[in-house]
Every structure is written in structure tokens, then in C-alpha cells.
């Protein structure tokens, strides 16, 4: 990818996200944030899943 492409599609990414309103930007970054899983299992995987699994079992 040449110099020129990459000015060219930072630009173009740029004014597609002005283009939208802010209050559609800020509703697509907060359906984004609670479409994530918490970070815990995304960064262990099932582990910290499986241990509070087996606490609250046992209690």
C-alpha cells in the first residue's frame, strides 16, 4: 500500500465518522461496549469462568 492509499482511506474513514451525527455515534459506541464479553474472560478465557461456577455451587 502506497503513501497516497493510506492518506487516502485515513481521510475517507475520518469524514465517514463525522458524517454521523454524534448522538448515532455515541448509541453505536455504547451497543459495541455491552456487546463485549467482561474482560476478564476475554483476556483468561473459561477459566475465571469455571472457578466462580464451582464457589457459587458450593455455596
Partial sequence: ????DY???IT???V?????PKEERRQLRLEKKEAKPPAIFQWFGLL???ISMMF???G
Fill in 12 to 14: 475517507e474513514t475520518f
Fill in 1 to 4: 500500500m502506497s503513501t497516497n
Fill in 7 to 9: 492518506i487516502k482511506y
Fill in 48 to 50: 475465571p469462568l469455571s
Fill in 16 to 20: 465517514k465518522h463525522f458524517e454521523i
Fill in 56 to 58: 457459587k455451587r458450593k
